[in-house]
C-alpha cells in the first residue's frame, strides 16, 4: 500500500514539474510586435523570395472586368468635399477604403446569379465571406531552435469559414498614409506569412494569400504564392478605378471560391476517417459467461 501511494505520489510530482516547466517556457518565449520588425528584414524571418508579377497575375484580363458599384463614386466624391483641407490620418484613409471594399462587396452579392462576370460558382460561398475590423492576431513563429510570439492587429481580414481559424484567412489589408506605403506592404506581408504557414500547416490545398496596402488612392496588391514566392503591383484609383475594382473582385471572389475546397477537404478527411474505422479489425467477443 505504502508503495502505491509513493507512486503516485512521485507521478503527481512529476505532472507538477512539467506543468512548472512548460510555463517557464512560455514565459520564457519572446513576444515580439509585427510592428517592432525591421520591415525590410521581414522577407528574410518568413522565408520569402521577391519575384516580379507574371502577365496576369494583377492584370485583369477584359473578360473578368467589372463596373463600379452605382454609388461608389459618388460617395467618394462627397467624402472629397467633405473632407477637403482636412489633415490626413488613417482614419479618413479607413473612411474611404470602407466605401470601396464594402459596395464591391455589396455588389457581388447583390448581383450574384444575374452578373455573370463575378467569378463565383454559387451565392453560398459568397454568404461564407467574413470581412473583420481590427482583428487582433498571434502566432508562433519558429526561427531555427527559437520560438516567437509575434503579435498585432490587422485593419481588415476577409475569410471564409470559421472565424477564429486563421487557416482560412485569404486577404489581408493594411491602411497607410501616403508616405508609409513601403513600410506597411513589408508589415502586411509578415501578416500574410503568418497566415500563409498556418494554411501549409493545416493542409490547405490552395496556401497563396493576397494583401493589399493603400492610402485609399493608391492601391498595392501582394500576393505570396504556394511556393512561399512573393510578388507586388501597383494602382492609382485616379486612372485605374475600374482595375483595382476588377482586382478586388476577382480576389474576393478567389476567397469564397476557397470555401468550396476547403469544404471539400474536411469532407475527405471525415471521410478517411470512417474509412480506416471500417478497415479497423473488430475485436473478438469474449464468448465466455461474465459474471
Not at 520569402?48 to 467618394?76: A, G, Y
Not at 463565383?120 to 510570439?149: A, C, M, N, P, Q
Not at 493594411?174 to 501549409?200: N, S, W
Not at 500576393?223 to 482586382?247: C, F, L
Request: net charge positive; aromatic share 8%.
Amino acid at each position: 500500500m505504502e508503495k502505491i501511494v509513493e507512486s503516485r505520489r512521485l507521478k503527481h510530482k512529476d505532472l507538477e514539474n512539467r506543468i512548472r516547466a512548460m510555463r517557464k517556457k512560455s514565459k520564457e518565449m519572446s513576444a515580439i510586435a509585427i510592428t517592432d520588425l525591421e520591415p525590410s528584414e521581414i522577407p528574410h524571418h518568413f522565408n520569402l523570395t521577391h519575384c516580379l508579377p507574371t502577365e496576369l497575375e494583377f492584370s485583369p484580363r477584359k473578360t473578368l472586368k467589372v463596373s463600379l458599384p452605382p454609388h461608389q463614386n459618388p460617395v467618394l466624391i462627397d467624402y472629397g468635399i467633405a473632407t477637403c483641407g482636412s489633415p490626413i490620418n488613417e482614419t479618413l484613409i479607413r473612411s474611404r477604403i470602407n466605401v470601396v471594399i464594402l459596395t464591391i462587396l455589396a455588389k457581388m452579392k447583390c448581383e450574384f446569379p444575374a452578373e455573370s462576370r463575378t467569378p463565383v460558382d454559387s451565392y453560398t460561398s459568397l454568404k461564407t465571406l467574413h470581412l473583420k475590423f481590427d482583428r487582433e492576431t498571434e502566432f508562433i513563429w519558429k526561427s531555427g531552435d527559437r520560438r516567437v510570439k509575434l503579435s498585432g492587429t490587422v485593419d481588415y481580414s476577409l475569410w471564409y469559414g470559421m472565424s477564429d481559424d486563421y487557416s482560412t484567412n485569404m486577404v489581408i489589408i493594411e491602411a497607410r498614409q501616403p508616405d508609409l506605403i513601403k513600410h506597411g506592404v513589408f508589415q502586411c506581408l509578415a501578416y500574410m506569412a503568418m497566415v500563409h504557414e498556418t494554411r501549409k500547416r493545416a493542409k490547405i490545398i490552395d496556401t497563396s494569400v493576397y494583401g493589399i496596402v493603400t492610402d485609399s488612392f493608391e492601391w498595392v496588391f501582394i500576393r505570396i504564392r504556394p511556393n512561399g514566392e512573393w510578388t507586388k503591383k501597383a494602382y492609382h484609383w485616379v486612372h485605374n478605378a475600374q482595375d483595382i475594382v476588377s482586382m478586388l473582385t476577382n480576389i474576393f471572389a478567389h476567397a469564397a471560391t476557397s470555401h468550396k475546397w476547403w469544404n471539400l477537404g474536411i469532407e475527405a478527411e471525415v471521410s478517411a476517417s470512417l474509412e480506416q474505422a471500417k478497415l479497423k479489425p473488430k475485436p473478438k467477443r469474449d464468448r465466455r459467461r461474465s459474471i
